[in-house]
């Protein structure tokens, strides 16, 4: 039991680090962000996102691959290749339709950052338990 404290307190402190980094007032400006990273280095790109190697982690160290912790994986998985795209359309093309162009202008709440902190732990949570 004390494991599965241990997993999902490790999970909320990465999940924390990840809101952190990509936090952003406007949807443009996040993509903006995990691009310099990109143009850094793919591999930094895909550091920016430690809770998903945690999650494979936890898959492998605990052999619990249940609903939720595939949940969690195919969100995780979601979420990455969703960036790279947009990356790839808005500045590797530079083709960017006028309704992904609306999309970038969206202001984003700062509470929604920390969506993840509750939802992605919660669901590990409930995978261990």
Known sequence: MENIFLLTTVLIILELFEAI???AHIFGDIIKRLYVWYHKSIFLFFLAHPTFYFTLFVVIATDILNFSMVMIIAMKVFDIFYKL??????YIHQKVPDELSAILQWHIPSWFFFTGVILYPSLLFLALA
């Open 85 to 90: 795209e947009l990356i790839k359309v808005i």
């Open 21 to 23: 980094v990509q936090r």
